[in-house]
């Protein structure tokens, strides 16, 4: 059974930063390419960051430059390094294996306010 774990989020003033984690198992995670959603309140699923199994990064528009994600297969970790926050980034983050967003976990609360 496929399991994925987020963690890390909080509340945050603008211009910080945070690193969400992502445990998963039930599968060969470094044979997956993996991504990061997010659900900003009363609006729709984006995916916001994408990694390859082999470790290449593509980004949204709107967190290209300020966000970074990255993988420990030994560990079966992802993770996100969120850096300038900002407001709008405000939104419960998700991550799942690329092509399967339906297996996303519980999610992580993010809030970016002052």
């Known amino acids: 059974e496929v399991q994925l774990v987020e963690s890390g989020g909080g509340l945050v003033q603008p211009g910080e930063s945070l690193r969400l984690s992502c445990a998963a198992s039930?599968?060969?995670?470094?044979?997956?390419?993996m991504a990061w959603y997010r659900q900003p309140p009363g609006k729709g699923l984006e995916r916001i960051a994408t990694?390859?199994?082999?470790?290449?990064?593509t980004y949204a528009n709107a967190v290209e430059g300020r966000f970074t994600i990255s993988r420990d297969n030994g560990k079966q970790t992802l993770y996100l390094q969120m850096d300038s926050l900002r407001p709008e980034d405000t939104a419960v983050y998700y991550c799942?294996?690329?092509?399967?967003?339906?297996?996303r976990g519980q999610g992580t609360q993010v809030t970016v306010s002052s």
């Open positions: 039930g599968f060969t995670f470094s044979n997956y390419a």
């Open positions: 799942s294996r690329a092509a399967s967003v339906a297996e």
């Open positions: 990694i390859s199994a082999y470790g290449g990064a």
